[in-house]
């Protein structure tokens, strides 16, 4: 079975700072990996997602994802967050073949002036 | 957004009814999926369809069915809604496998 981790439930953070959401997964067999926004009332809106090669990730908003495979993380940064930012973040797993996504409990960032 | 369209986007129903939530591609993708979103759980797959007529549970499909009569279309119907089925029910399509899935705006589904 597979489980994905987002160890903060919520981040705080000041406009034009940067920020880190982590998220950690466990699987027996290898995985493609997802980051998903929601803005508030809205559907989820892919960011970026590993599916092979190149470690580092970039995606949308200037946002980027490490997949560090010894430490089975997929931690998601930005290096300046703006207010807009403000919204839920998804970390989601699908192992290979299965057509399935496994979310995590999701990270609401919220982005002061 | 890629022409999906989930309706009613909210209801309000009482416990006990039945209550059938649809959702609307205009894609042509083969798979697509009902999810359930809740505080502290994140979103949790319901059932999932690979292709007409062909559907499959997910990891909390207790009280729910679907039926995908055409490509376009993937009903998710509550039996008998129960309060426990109070959700946000998210409707994914992708035409390649879950790698490029899209998401629907949702519905807000009430049981009281």
């Known amino acids: 079975a597979q489980s994905v981790t987002q160890l903060d439930s919520q981040v705080p953070v000041f406009e034009e700072a940067p920020v880190e959401l982590r998220c950690n997964y466990s699987s027996s067999v290898s995985v493609y990996l997802f980051w998903y926004v929601q803005y508030p009332n809205q559907g989820l809106q892919l960011l970026l997602k590993y599916l092979s090669g190149s470690t580092l990730v970039k995606g949308i908003n200037g946002f980027e994802a490490e997949f560090n495979k010894s430490q089975t993380s997929f931690h998601l940064r930005k290096p300046s967050v703006h207010i807009s930012d403000t919204a839920e973040y998804f970390c989601?797993?699908?192992?290979?073949?299965?057509?399935?996504?496994?979310f995590g409990t999701g990270t609401r960032l919220q982005v002061f002036p | 957004d890629a022409g999906i369209t989930q309706s009613p986007r909210h209801k309000v129903t009482e416990t006990g009814t039945p209550v059938t939530l649809r959702c609307h591609q205009t894609?042509?993708?083969?798979?697509m999926y009902w999810y359930r979103q809740d505080p502290g759980h994140g979103l949790r797959l319901i059932h999932y369809?690979?292709?007409?007529?062909?559907?499959d549970k997910g990891e909390v499909s207790d009280g729910y069915s679907v039926s995908r009569s055409k490509t376009e279309d993937f009903l998710l119907t509550l039996e008998s809604a129960t309060s426990s089925q109070t959700s946000v029910y998210f409707c994914?399509?992708?035409?390649?496998?879950?790698?490029?899935?899209?998401f629907g705006q949702g519905t807000r589904l009430t049981v009281v």
């Open positions: 369809s690979y292709g007409v007529k062909d559907t």
């Open positions: 989601a797993v699908s192992p290979l073949n299965t057509d399935k996504l496994i």
């Open positions: 994914a399509i992708s035409g390649q496998g879950i790698n490029e899935a899209f």
């Open positions: 894609e042509n993708h083969r798979y």
